[in-house]
């Protein structure tokens, strides 16, 4: 009864005048979520599923699974060990996940009674290494019982220094981002093949599992609730009342990530195209060595079921720039005539010139807003993939 409560309660608090007409980008994962409880709850097929929360102050939130933040800035500070990944630990402290630094053990604690995310050097520690408070939706620090995470406070950090007499100092240059995980789709040519994109991380999980946003493209990769399959759509969940929700492709497997997914993704139909697999897809996991100063990989591999002329290694060209990029060359053999992998000034292409245009070229990536690095491998491909 507890449980038909609490999600009666979560369905009306979204306003029903708004539901209708919520947009992707407004639509947060908890809106979803509801939506998709309620529809499930009046559908028979459906599995029943828990309400996923933690108890703050004396009252339970429904909230997203803890995930690894990372601070960064303090370099330069006078604690300069908070810098680093931390990740959640599998208990709790005041009833809030745990966070521990895997290079300094440093660790993140939630203080329920001063409402602030605290660094310490251990959890029996009562040294405070630096602290940020948590400032609730009326301004006044201290109050309510909504625990957010690390990378939700505002900020600023204050950093503590006990090395010579205790003083206090707000550190600007520290923050606590989240640190989510990046997933490519590449591959899907023909229709549907909007598909293909780079989706991050969500902080909010979906139905318990990670969900993934191309904020560029307006596009949601999640697993549904009560059924073991992935999907890539234009929603968070299904179809808001009257609203289109597209199914661009989806594929079955009962993994907790998409890029665990072994078997084919089926593309969705579209017009009098009907739905059909494409083995062609690929979802990977991008690499955690992705930072705008990642070193441009020395070999590409470049494969292609449909046009597989284009298909061999690539060697980067060292010392030389095309468009102000590094280039790669894959040299001529008795089989197949030289080939270029370039950035062509918006895209990454592949042709028989480094000076070529886009489309004087064999094949070309996405057009996208660049941001981190910006290698061959990080780019999203229609009918190649380049590894």
């Not at 980008?25 to 929360?53: F, T, Y």
């Not at 929700?245 to 665990?260: C, H, K, S």
């Not at 028989?352 to 064999?362: F, G, Q, T, W």
């Amino acid at each position: 009864s507890s449980l038909a409560c609490l999600l009666g309660d979560t369905f009306r608090s979204i306003p029903q005048t708004r539901v209708g007409a919520m947009s992707v980008e407004s639509m947060s994962c908890s809106d979803a979520l509801a939506i998709e409880r309620q529809w499930s709850l009046n559908s028979p097929k459906r599995a029943s599923h828990e309400v996923l929360g933690v108890n703050v102050g004396g009252c339970v939130q429904c909230r997203p699974n803890a995930k690894a933040v990372e601070i960064r800035g303090a370099k330069c500070s006078l604690r300069p060990e908070l810098d680093g990944v931390y990740r959640p630990l599998q208990d709790l402290w005041a009833g809030a996940p745990v966070f521990r630094n895997g290079r300094t053990n440093v660790h993140l604690i939630w203080s329920p009674r001063s409402q602030r995310w605290c660094a310490v050097p251990s959890r029996s520690s009562k040294q405070i290494l630096a602290y940020a408070n948590s400032v609730h939706h009326n301004g006044v620090p201290g109050t309510g019982n909504v625990c957010p995470l690390p990378c939700q406070v505002p900020g600023p950090w204050i950093v503590n220094d006990t090395s010579t007499e205790p003083q206090e100092q707000a550190e600007p240059a520290v923050e606590c981002v989240f640190k989510g995980q990046t997933v490519v789709v590449s591959g899907r040519s023909g229709h549907n093949e909007r598909l293909n994109g780079i989706f991050s991380e969500m902080l909010e999980d979906y139905g318990g599992f990670p969900a993934f946003v191309d904020r560029q493209k307006h596009l949601f990769i999640y697993r549904r609730i009560g059924r073991p399959m992935w999907v890539i759509s234009n929603r968070l969940g299904p179809a808001i009342r009257n609203g289109r929700g597209v199914i661009f492709a989806e594929a079955e497997g009962d993994v907790p990530e998409p890029y665990l997914v072994q078997g084919p993704w089926v593309v969705g139909a579209w017009g009098s195209r009907s739905r059909e697999e494409d083995p062609h897809i690929t979802v990977f996991l991008r690499a955690a060595d992705s930072g705008v100063d990642a070193p441009a990989p020395p070999l590409l591999a470049v494969r292609s079921r449909i046009d597989v002329e284009l298909a061999g290694e690539f060697a980067l060209v060292e010392g030389a720039l095309a468009n102000g990029h590094v280039f790669y060359r894959r040299a001529a053999t008795a089989e197949l005539p030289e080939r270029f992998l370039f950035w062509e000034g918006e895209c990454w292409c592949i042709g028989r010139s480094p000076e070529l245009r886009r489309r004087d070229c064999d094949a070309a990536s996405q057009r996208r807003d660049i941001i981190g690095r910006n290698h061959p491998d990080d780019a999203v491909w229609c009918s190649v993939e380049v590894l």
